[in-house]
């Protein structure tokens, strides 16, 4: 059965459990480094199984979701309280021809685009940690919560990553 927007919320912070937000975001590429390191692209493009997605495609996911996050909350704070959009992750993996990106790039692209974001993040007044955006499908989330589901969303998938590496 698949997840509600507000299950899928709730799971992915869950995995901070006591956590801070803007260190889990800050590590998250070293450990994925570290977790593919040596690994031939070939073997991360394997899936594991058809239904799920290969490392490759999971730092694919990881670089586009960035690019989005960055965007989402620049929008939110040039116009609190402004639209934003969901998109459908599944699509933009194969409309995105994840399956065919360097997995190397991939993760360099999300590393760039995070250390802008973390850099963005630590400017911020404590007043604009609380300007919020109206996603379309969960309601009203602010930049605080954004980045603590962001930090939830690092750690599931370096979750998963770590699983296929290992075979579990």
């Known amino acids: 059965m698949k997840e509600t927007p507000q299950q899928y919320t709730q799971r992915v912070v869950n995995y901070l ?9 800050a590590s998250t590429a070293k450990k994925i480094d570290r977790l593919i390191k040596g690994v031939s692209p070939a073997k991360l493009r394997k899936r594991p199984a058809p239904d799920k997605w290969s490392v490759s495609e999971i730092l694919a996911h990881l670089a586009d979701a960035e690019i989005v996050v960055g965007f989402r909350m620049r929008l939110i704070l040039g116009a609190p309280g402004t639209p934003i959009a969901a998109f459908d992750q599944d699509s933009w993996v194969m409309s995105g021809h994840y399956e065919k990106r360097n997995p190397n790039k991939s993760l360099e692209q999300f590393r760039a685009v995070r250390e802008a974001n973390l850099a963005l993040l630590k400017s ?9 955006g109206m996603h379309s499908e ?3 989330e602010t ?3 954004i980045v603590r589901m962001f930090a939830g969303h690092d750690i599931n998938h370096l979750k998963q990553i770590e699983g296929i590496s290992t075979g579990k």
Do not use: F, M, N, S
């Open 124 to 132: 911020l007044t404590p007043d604009q940690w609380k300007h919020y």
């Open 143 to 145: 930049i605080e919560h």
């Open 17 to 25: 459990d006591g956590k801070q937000p803007l260190a889990v975001q």
């Open 138 to 140: 969960r309601g009203q």
